[in-house]
Nanobody, 124 residues
Framework: QVHLAESGGGLVQAGGSLRLSCALSGRTFSSYSIAWFRRAPGKEREFLTTINQSGSSTFSVDSVKGRFAVSRDNAKNTATLQMNNLKPEDTAVYYC?????????????????WGQGTQVIVSS
């Protein structure tokens, strides 16, 4: 059984940075494409970025391009979301998700496994 666990959330001032990690256990990490989503208070879940199995292909929504960067280390079974220049509107619970195969998707329904989420709060 695949288990995902996010870490690295917390409270940060606007303009600051956070680095979120997503650890996968139970299966071969390099077999899975990884995505990051978030859910802000009172809003629907939002796709942010995704990375394929090898890390050679990524895709991000315009709202985070230039500020957020996704990467992965298959040797450490970990994906990372580096978030810079954070804004109060980035306040949300951040989730990583995994799907088997080398296919990047923006659709939540295409991801089989989800972490429990990590809270990010950006103060103004």
């Amino acid at each position: 059984q695949v288990h995902l666990a996010e870490s690295g959330g917390g409270l940060v001032q606007a303009g600051g940075s956070l680095r979120l990690s997503c650890a996968l256990s139970g299966r071969t990490f390099s077999s899975y494409s990884i995505a990051w989503f978030r859910r802000a208070p009172g809003k629907e879940r939002e796709f942010l970025t995704t990375i394929n199995q090898s890390g050679s292909s990524t895709f991000s929504v315009d709202s985070v391009k230039g500020r957020f960067a996704v990467s992965r280390d298959n040797a450490k079974n970990t994906a990372t979301l580096q978030m810079n220049n954070l804004k109060p509107e980035d306040t949300a619970v951040y989730y990583c998700a995994a799907r088997l195969g080398d296919y990047v998707s923006v659709h939540a329904y295409e991801y089989t496994y989800w972490g429990q989420g990590t809270q990010v709060i950006v103060s103004s």
